[in-house]
Nanobody
Framework: QVQLQESGGGSVQAGGSLRLSCVAS????????MAWFRQAPGKEREGVAR???????NYADSVKGRFTISQDSASGTLFLQMDTLTLEDTGVYYC?????????????????????WGQGTQVSVSS
């Protein structure tokens, strides 16, 4: 059974940092394309950052220079380091994955690319 499990969310003041983690299990092979999304209350889910099997990364403009996506090569755990957080970063953050890498090298991730999703972890930024 394929599972994506996020952790690391929480409450933080504006300007602070959080590090999210996503553990993938049940895949026959390590997913080639993984990403982070977020959904703020009353808004659509939006792509934050993507990571592909050869380490190419892409970010939404709103997080460039503040967020860093990475993957532990040994475990395959996906991370999202979030620095200089703002109120607009509040939301539920989701990890997503797909086995194939076609097109996983350009632009922020899109929801219709991904077939596997985690349950999400809440990030709340306060002033």
């Amino acid at each position: 059974q394929v599972q994506l499990q996020e952790s690391g969310g929480g409450s933080v003041q504006a300007g602070g940092s959080l590090r999210l983690s996503c553990v993938a299990s049940g895949f026959t092979y390590r997913p080639y394309c993984m990403a982070w999304f977020r959904q703020a209350p009353g808004k659509e889910r939006e792509g934050v950052a993507r990571f592909n099997g050869i380490g190419i990364t892409n970010y939404a403009d709103s997080v460039k220079g503040r967020f860093t996506i990475s993957q532990d090569s040994a475990s395959g755990t996906l991370f999202l380091q979030m620095d200089t957080l703002t109120l607009e970063d509040t939301g539920v953050y989701y990890c997503a994955a797909r086995p194939t890498g076609t097109g996983c090298n350009s632009g922020p991730p899109r929801t219709n690319e991904f077939s596997y999703w985690g349950q999400g972890t809440q990030v709340s930024v306060s002033s």
